[in-house]
T-cell receptor
């Protein structure tokens, strides 16, 4: 596609439920990133995928968070047993090779009630 | 712990004014400092970036000033327009893929 596509654009879930957020990177981009944007705060790095290399998961805030990238393309960020503090905008980005030069999607706004 | 501190949180200027956003960092190993512009409902987009061996960089109406000794850098928007109203983020990286972002500044340019 022309840009990074994320779905859903908005998600409201009940505390304790699991959610899956999807990211379709720009075709041909080998690197994919997830960031979290909380209200009034900057973006927080979560995870990085590069080709077939092991992902850098150092930014995941707890073991309730996991992500996978299938076939070097689409990625899914999963949050288990959601908590209210998980409410944020989750942004995905992709790039051709490594930084600099990555493109962000419009994000998924997650609200945990 | 936020590695990049950004101020102010918000500011309002009249059309033609020059909003100035300031950022400070601690890690002297940072070697690339990008600025992002974000409109409501959209992801951040790279606006302009600078390396620490340069004291100033201009792209159109956007200028970055960099003070390596003070570990500070700032964004100036010259002749600001209502279309510049957005949230601006400064960031820093060690030259790899992880960006450390400031908290963001919401700029409003009144017509």
């Amino acid at each position: 596609g022309a840009g990074v596509s994320q779905s859903p654009s908005n998600k409201v879930t009940e505390k304790g439920k699991d959610v899956e957020l999807r990211c379709d990177p720009i075709s041909g981009h080998t690197a994919l990133y997830w960031y979290r944007q909380s209200l009034g705060q900057g973006l927080e790095f979560l995870i990085y995928f590069q080709g077939n290399s092991a992902p850098d998961k150092s930014g995941l805030p707890s073991d309730r968070f996991s992500a996978e990238r299938t076939g070097g393309s689409v990625s899914t960020l999963t949050i288990q047993r959601t908590q209210q503090e998980d409410s944020a905008v989750y942004l995905c980005a992709s790039s051709l090779g490594q930084w600099p030069g990555y493109t962000f999607g419009s994000g998924t706004r997650l609200t945990v009630v | 712990q936020q590695q990049v501190k950004q101020s102010p949180q918000s500011l309002i200027v009249q059309k033609g004014g020059i909003p100035i956003i300031n950022c400070a960092y601690e890690n002297t190993a940072f070697d690339y400092f990008p600025w992002y512009q974000q409109f409501p409902g959209k992801g951040p987009a790279l606006l302009i970036a600078i390396r620490p061996d340069v004291s100033e960089k201009k792209e159109g109406r956007f200028t970055i000033s960099f003070n390596k000794s003070a570990k500070q850098f700032s964004l100036h928007i010259m002749d600001s327009q209502p279309g510049d109203s957005a949230t601006y983020f400064c960031a820093a990286t060690l030259g790899d893929y992880k960006l450390s972002f400031g908290a963001g500044t919401t700029v409003t340019v009144r017509a």
